[in-house]
């Protein structure tokens, strides 16, 4: 089974603060992504992955970084969290190169910034 | 440009109704998948279906059916006889067009299955 896991389930952080969110997949999957949920906007993306160091801009990337050093590792970094950033985010993972993979879901980190 | 509408925000229920939730889609690509996730409150998204563009059959998994028709875009999923366990958050999505590789997801139904 593909298991995709977060570092935290729940996190509270400091307006100003840094803010580190991991997420690591065990299924050798090229492509790997981070999503932000919010009510009634569904999922919104914020930056993919299709490769080791290679990253693109999602729908959102304003105020958001991101970095995959290696392949099953894919951090999103809020250089200074404000309180607009509360959300919960999603990891996922996907193989590349077919349009008929789905993605696989992490459990999530529900991060509160006050 | 790609869309998915899923225009019912919440649905409540009694048990064992059947419930529809709706999904409509805009895409330019010929070929496309279409699928539906899960999100029980525990919050992982648990993938349940997908379609391609080319079978329009509609699809029958226990108390689960979904409807395609690509004449008017639309991708239901009825739940039959619904339970409590029944209750989530249900997302519609479309796979990437070109040059993409995240799938397009709806802005999700939450559906409350009362006992």
């Known amino acids: 089974d593909v298991k995709v896991t977060q570092s935290s389930r729940y996190l509270v952080k400091r307006t100003g603060e840094k803010v580190f969110l991991e997420c690591v997949q065990d299924?050798?999957?090229?492509?790997m992504f981070w999503y932000r949920q919010d009510p009634g906007l569904g999922l919104r993306l914020i930056y993919f992955?299709?490769?080791?160091?290679?990253?693109e801009k999602g729908d959102i990337p304003e105020g958001y970084s991101v970095s995959r050093e290696k392949k099953e590792r894919f951090s999103l970094i809020l250089e200074s969290a404000s309180t607009n950033q509360t959300s919960m985010y999603l990891c996922a993972s996907s193989i590349t190169g077919r349009l008929d993979y789905e993605q696989y879901f992490g459990p999530g980190t529900r991060l509160t910034v006050t | 440009a790609q869309k998915v509408t899923q225009a019912q925000t919440e649905i409540s229920v009694v048990e064992k109704e059947d419930v529809t939730l709706d999904c409509v889609y805009e895409t330019r690509d010929t070929t496309y998948y279409l699928f539906w996730y899960k999100q029980p409150p525990s919050g992982e998204l648990v993938f349940l279906i997908r379609?391609?563009?080319?079978?329009?059959q509609n699809e029958i998994s226990g108390r689960y059916s979904w409807n395609f028709q690509k004449s008017t875009s639309s991708f239901n999923f009825t739940i039959t006889a619904s339970q409590v366990v029944d209750s989530a958050v249900y997302f519609c999505a479309l796979s990437p067009p070109a040059g993409r590789r995240a799938l397009t997801f709806g802005s999700g139904t939450r559906l409350q299955v009362q006992p």
């Open positions: 299924m050798d999957h090229e492509n």
């Open positions: 992955s299709y490769d080791v160091k290679m990253k």
């Open positions: 379609r391609n563009s080319f079978d329009e």
